[in-house]
């Protein structure tokens, strides 16, 4: 951890609106984050119903996909802490 804090236990458990988050540093950096920052993100779900094949009368077929109204979640996260990747996956493990 470079910056910031780990999660508490309370926040381990509880349900809020505001999501803590520990983000790696190329990512803060990437996004203008820092500790304390918050930021929005969406869920959009479409769940496909059917798809059927419509004949016309010239021979011709297209799809008729019907889909339901999709599931949208919005979440609000707040950056807690900041770590740093030290070592790359491709490194020997017996190294670290």
């Known amino acids: ?3 910031g804090r780990h ?3 309370k926040e381990m458990i ?3 609106d505001t999501i803590p988050v520990i983000v790696a540093n190329d990512i803060a950096e990437i996004n ?3 500790v304390g920052s918050t930021f929005e993100a969406e869920q ?3 769940k496909m119903v059917e798809t059927t094949s ?3 009368e010239s021979g011709t077929s297209y799809s008729d ?3 339901q109204s999709p599931f949208v979640g919005s979440y609000r996260f707040e ?3 900041i770590f740093e990747i030290l070592h790359s996956f491709n490194e020997n493990i017996s190294e670290i």
Do not use: N
């Open 1 to 3: 951890m470079i910056e």
């Open 14 to 16: 509880q349900i809020t």
């Open 32 to 34: 203008a984050l820092s």
């Open 7 to 9: 999660f508490s236990e």
């Open 44 to 46: 959009v779900i479409w």
């Open 65 to 67: 996909d019907r889909t």
């Open 54 to 56: 419509i004949f016309t």
């Open 79 to 81: 950056v807690i802490g």
